[in-house]
């Protein structure tokens, strides 16, 4: 069964860093390009960033680039988002999900990790 | 960027009732980067349709979508009860765009 579990949310001040974490399990991690997506409270869906099997390829949203790094150990078979510079409007449920190849979609997400950006 | 607009923003329906959604981009997009996604309150999205008109493993067959260029529809032919959930497109170009949304709500 495929599973994808993030870690790491919390309360944090502005200006403060946070990492996320998202362990996998159940299907072969390293052939398949991963993203992360967050949720506000009470809004829609909005694409953080993506990486592809390798690392070869990596992609942020302009709102959060310059200031959130993407990573994965394939040998882990972990996701990881390092997230700097921390703004109020970053408080959202981040959620980790797997790409589907060839689908161009993301066919299984975890739960999510709530972060809260507040003083 | 392409962006995505989706309308109604709110569907108001009853359970065994048709519902047409629609998702409308910037700019004409290719049909096998556009999908579709339900969320159920409390819950993470789950993938419906893929390359706009193929339904994901284990979707049943009351969905459909099609469209091309820049008019998508998801169309659900009788509500079921875990029907009443919000429903996002989506397009992956150089990044993944979502759609604002559309609200199923029971009538």
């Known amino acids: 069964e495929v599973q994808v579990v993030e870690s790491g949310g919390g309360l944090v001040q502005p200006g403060r860093s946070l990492r996320l974490s998202c362990a996998a399990a159940?299907?072969?991690?390293?052939?398949?390009?991963m993203h992360w997506v967050r949720q506000a409270p009470g809004k829609g869906l909005e694409w953080v960033s993506g990486?592809?099997?390798?690392?070869?390829?990596?992609g942020y949203a302009d709102s959060v680039k310059g200031r959130f790094t993407i990573s994965r150990d394939n040998a882990k078979n972990s996701l990881y988002l390092q997230m700097n510079s921390l703004r109020t409007e970053d408080t959202a449920l981040y959620y980790c999900a797997k790409e589907r190849s060839g689908w161009w979609a993301l066919d299984y997400w975890g739960q999510g990790a709530l972060v809260t950006v507040s003083s | 960027e392409i962006v995505l607009t989706q309308s109604p923003g709110t569907l108001s329906l009853s359970p065994g009732e048709r519902a047409t959604l629609s998702c409308r981009a910037s700019q004409g997009v290719s049909s096998s980067h556009l999908a579709w996604y339900r969320q159920k309150p409390g819950q993470a999205p789950r993938l419906l349709i893929y390359g706009a008109s193929s339904r994901a493993t284990g979707i049943p067959d009351r969905f459909s979508g099609s469209g091309s260029g820049t008019d998508f529809t998801l169309t659900i032919s009788r509500l079921e009860p875990e029907d009443f959930a919000v429903y996002y497109c989506?397009?992956?170009?150089?990044?993944?765009?979502f759609g604002g949304g559309t609200k199923v709500e029971i009538k």
């Open positions: 989506q397009h992956y170009g150089s990044s993944l765009t």
């Open positions: 159940g299907f072969t991690f390293d052939d398949y390009a």
């Open positions: 990486i592809s099997w390798n690392s070869g390829s990596i």
